[in-house]
Nanobody, 121 residues
Framework: QVQLVESGGGLVQAGGSLRLSCAAS????????MGWYRQAPGKQRELVAR???????NYADSVKGRFTISRDSAKNTVYLQMNSLKLEDTAVYLC???????????????WGQGTQVTVSS
């Protein structure tokens, strides 16, 4: 199995910054994609940003120019630098990875427990 442990969430004022980290551990043979989703109360889970094994990135339109995703493949860790935070960025941020546990395994999705990000006025 693969475990994801997130850190870096918290309370920040609007306009401030936070950096989220997510480390994957366990039976990892390969990881092809890592990323972050978020879910605010009463809203659907939405993709924030993701990065693949070739370092190609995708961002939600709402965070482009403010958030930056990066990855340390050697440490199986993904980071999300969040700048110019807005009230509407308040949500639980969930780390996600798609990978395989062995050479023969099918790709599977794994999720972290989530870390709360609260932006105050």
């Amino acid at each position: 199995q693969v475990q994801l442990v997130e850190s870096g969430g918290g309370l920040v004022q609007a306009g401030g910054s936070l950096r989220l980290s997510c480390a994957a551990s366990g039976s990892i043979f390969s990881i092809i994609r890592m990323g972050w989703y978020r879910q605010a109360p009463g809203k659907q889970r939405e993709l924030v940003a993701r990065i693949d094994e070739h370092s190609s990135t995708n961002y939600a339109d709402s965070v482009k120019g403010r958030f930056t995703i990066s990855r340390d493949s050697a440490k199986n860790t993904v980071y999300l630098q969040m700048n110019s935070l807005k009230l509407e960025d308040t949500a639980v941020y969930l780390c996600y990875t798609r990978g395989a546990t062995t050479y023969w395994s099918a790709l599977a999705d794994y999720w972290g427990q989530g870390t709360q990000v609260t932006v105050s006025s």
